[in-house]
Every structure is written in structure tokens, then in C-alpha cells.
């Protein structure tokens, strides 16, 4: 099968480790297209006005207006967007925006958290003027640009992480800690999944009990840890089925199973297809 690419920063035109434009010129001509592939920065799809399909994680979202597109480091997206569409792309590296020392990255994490946001005319229009805003810095370079670009993306996530179905509901302090370790465990996930696959590996890290743990996850997505473990390591095997052109035994290797045949079993008993039919069907 053809090879899907990984685009790193250094193939883009990216400068400092961030880029924003408008999307009209590059619909001006024709629909734009994206073919399916995974970078290693973030990609933030803001559409004012427009019609396509964009799939995430081989998850299915339509392009609408005032929608926003939020994909990480990591995952695998095809992008379609419609002639005519108008709006802005941005993307960024995670040491743009929030080294691993800076406590921003907890709003990023949030902010991320969601693949779309489908947002109300209001709220758009807000995040809109942040996003001219940033295009003006960006493009005018004065001095300090990058720290008041940075300021804006504080904004803009807020702004995204505030999007509930009911924003001025008080939320009980247990919710709150839930919510927020499942936001961790989820981070984690991305970060461990090939060297640690036990519920009691990520409930030592995010320093509660295996026992805790099991309970906010069946919570909150009526899942057990041990089965948003396994549903990772099926998604980063998809991933790296369709983004490399790896041999079976190699992606087993990438996941951390010595055994490439067990890996094709549990791959098989999750999606009912080997790792090979997987890949010939997608």
C-alpha cells in the first residue's frame, strides 16, 4: 500500500514553531484537499463559512459553519473543505504554545480535548477577532509578537474550553477532580501506551487507586480503564497501520509486543479484522 505520510514541522513553512492564514486562497481555485496523514504539531481548523468532511481518528464530522477543528500531535486526519470556504488554519508546535514546564498546557489539553466544537454565532465572532488578531501579529513581527500571540491562544482556548451544554451550572468539586483526572488519564494514554498497559500503571501516576480510578472512568464514559486502554491501543494501531508502511510484526514491536502473533489476535478480537485485512479494506 502507498505510504501515509508523518509531517514533521521542518516540511512546512512554519517559523518559531507556529503559522496561521485564511483559508480563502487556498479554496479559491477548488475544494481543498488533504489526503489522510499525521503530523507531529497541533492543527487548529477554524470555518467561518463552509462545507466538507473531516475525519479524525477515523471518526466522521461534517464541515459546517462556525465549527472548529482541533487535531494533535499524533493523530490521523483526511481533510476535505469545500470551494468557497472562508476562515483560518493554524498550526503550532507544543513548545510553541506551552513547554512541559508551562502550566498552559492544562488549557491546551482541555482545549484539545475535543476534536470539534461546533459553536454559537457569538462565541465565533469572538474567537474570530482573537484569530485576526494573532494574523496581525504574525504577520506584522513587532517586538514581543510571540508572547501576544501567545496571550490570544490563552484566550481563544478558554474560550473553546467553555463550550458546555450548560455553562452556568454549578459543577460539584468531586466532578471537577473527575473530570480532571480523566483529562490526565487521556493525556497519558497518548503519552504510555506502548510501554505500559495496566490499570495500575496510569492510577500510580495520576496518584489515586486502581479501585478510583475504574469508578471515574465508568463515570464519565461508562468504560472501565482497562477498556479505554485496550480502545487506545486498537487506535494507535490503526494509526500506524494506515500511517506507515510497517510490516505487521514491526507495529507489534512499535505497540511493545514481543509477540506479533498475540498482537494479531487481540488486534482481530477487538475489530474482527487481522491487521492485514484492516489495512486492505481502509
Given amino acids: 500500500m502507498p505510504h501515509i505520510p508523518v509531517r514533521k514541522i521542518k516540511d512546512s513553512f512554519f517559523e518559531l514553531g507556529f503559522s496561521i492564514r485564511t483559508i480563502e486562497p ?15 504539531f497541533y492543527f487548529m481548523l477554524c470555518v467561518r463559512n463552509g462545507k466538507g468532511v473531516h475525519e479524525i481518528d477515523f471518526t ?40 512541559r514546564e508551562n502550566p498552559a498546557s492544562l488549557v491546551l489539553r482541555k482545549a484539545s480535548n475535543k476534536n470539534l466544537c461546533q459553536l454559537s454565532t457569538e462565541r465565533f465572532d469572538k474567537i474570530f477577532t482573537h484569530l485576526h488578531s494573532i494574523l496581525q501579529e504574525f504577520t506584522q513581527r513587532q517586538y ?14 478558554i474560550e473553546l474550553v467553555r463550550q458546555s451544554p450548560t455553562p452556568n451550572k454549578i459543577v460539584k468539586a ?27 500503571h496510569y492510577a500510580e501516576m495520576l496518584c489515586i ?5 475504574n469508578a471515574i472512568t465508568k463515570e464519565l464514559v461508562q468504560k472501565t480503564c482497562s477498556e479505554l486502554i485496550n480502545d487506545h491501543i486498537i487506535l494507535e494501531a490503526k494509526r500506524l497501520l494506515l500511517a506507515t508502511s510497517n510490516q505487521v510484526n514491526q507495529i507489534a514491536n512499535m505497540l511493545g ?7 494479531i489476535r487481540f488486534f482481530k478480537k477487538h475489530t474482527g479484522f487481522s491487521p492485514d485485512a484492516f489495512r486492505k479494506h481502509s
Fill in 144 to 157: 514581543h509578537y510571540k508572547e501576544v500571540i501567545i496571550a490570544y491562544l490563552d484566550i481563544l482556548f
Fill in 174 to 200: 468531586a466532578t471537577v477532580f473527575n473530570q480532571e483526572r480523566f483529562e490526565e488519564l487521556q493525556y497519558l494514554l497518548e503519552h504510555h501506551i506502548t510501554t505500559k498497559k495496566q490499570v495500575h
Fill in 60 to 99: 466522521h464530522y461534517e464541515v459546517n459553519d462556525y465549527t472548529v477543528f482541533f487535531v494533535r500531535p499524533g493523530q490521523v486526519h483526511y481533510l476535505r473543505l469545500e470551494q468557497g470556504s472562508t476562515g483560518f488554519m493554524v498550526q503550532f508546535t507544543p513548545d510553541f504554545y506551552a513547554p
Fill in 257 to 263: 509486543y514481543d509477540d506479533p502473533s498475540y498482537f
Fill in 26 to 40: 487556498l479554496v479559491a481555485d477548488g475544494d481543498l484537499i488533504h489526503d489522510l496523514h499525521r503530523h507531529d
Fill in 209 to 213: 487507586t486502581s479501585y478510583q480510578l
